[in-house]
């Protein structure tokens, strides 16, 4: 039981790249999130999926898109990425709305 | 705007000494009242959640209070130990997915 897994750890992209981050989770939660967390900031929500099928933005999506693959998967994907979206990313679920979160291990990703 | 404020941003304490950290709110409506635990390069792990009508809430040596009435909360550690180092992150839930308001959280460091 791995709980969150987040792939990659840790990743350097230069401006205007692309990438993906996955998220898997084996708890059979319905609901899964997204989040960054910045220095002297509380973590900030970019997208959730309350249930397989539904995805919704947060408080910061500009810049992301999210895909929830199915139940277990759900990735944010950068199209361009921009230096101001250096940051550790946190992927989460939850069994209720909003019941407890359990939290992935983060991808640090710096922006160049 | 709603709003968590936590107290100090840091703190130092010897290891087996007792220390209080502070949370005051302006969320509305209130849903409930998390404290989650992260260390250094993972992601946060719940310690309590605390709904409107309890007041205090343990989880081992971690003891949450919280007075409604006064929008404030507070996370008591007893017997400090240096696996306590870390950072301590009040949450306070609307209601809903993307109801979270997460403070900045408060840094602890335990010394020998």
């Known amino acids: 039981n791995a709980g969150v897994t987040q792939t990659p750890k840790f990743q350097v992209l230069k401006t205007g790249q692309s990438m993906t981050l996955q998220c898997a989770q084996d708890?059979?939660?319905?609901?899964m999130y997204w989040y960054r967390q910045d220095p002297g900031m509380g973590l900030r929500l970019i997208y959730y999926?309350?249930?397989?099928?539904?995805?919704d933005k947060g408080e910061v999506p500009n810049g992301y898109n999210v895909s929830r693959l199915n139940k277990r998967e759900f990735s944010l994907r950068l199209e361009s990425a921009a230096p101001s979206q250096t940051s550790v990313y946190f992927c989460?679920?939850?069994?209720?709305?909003?019941?407890?979160?359990?939290f992935g291990p983060g991808t640090r990703l710096l922006v160049l | 705007k709603n709003q968590v404020e936590q107290s100090p941003q840091s703190l130092i304490i010897l290891e087996g000494k007792n220390c209080t950290l502070q949370c005051n709110y302006t969320v509305s409506p209130f849903s409930n009242l998390r404290w989650y635990k992260q260390d250094t390069g993972r992601g946060p792990v719940s310690l309590t959640i605390?709904?409107?009508?309890?007041n205090t809430k343990s989880n081992g040596r971690y003891t949450a209070t919280l007075d409604a009435d006064t929008k404030q909360s507070s996370l008591h550690i007893t017997a400090s130990q240096l696996s306590d180092s870390a950072s301590y992150i009040c949450v306070v839930s609307a209601g809903g997915y993307n109801k979270l308001i997460f403070g900045a959280g408060t840094r602890l460091a335990v010394h020998p």
């Open positions: 605390m709904t409107f009508s309890e």
């Open positions: 999926s309350a249930s397989e099928g539904t995805t």
């Open positions: 989460a679920s939850s069994q209720l709305d909003p019941g407890t979160q359990y």
């Open positions: 708890m059979n939660h319905n609901s």
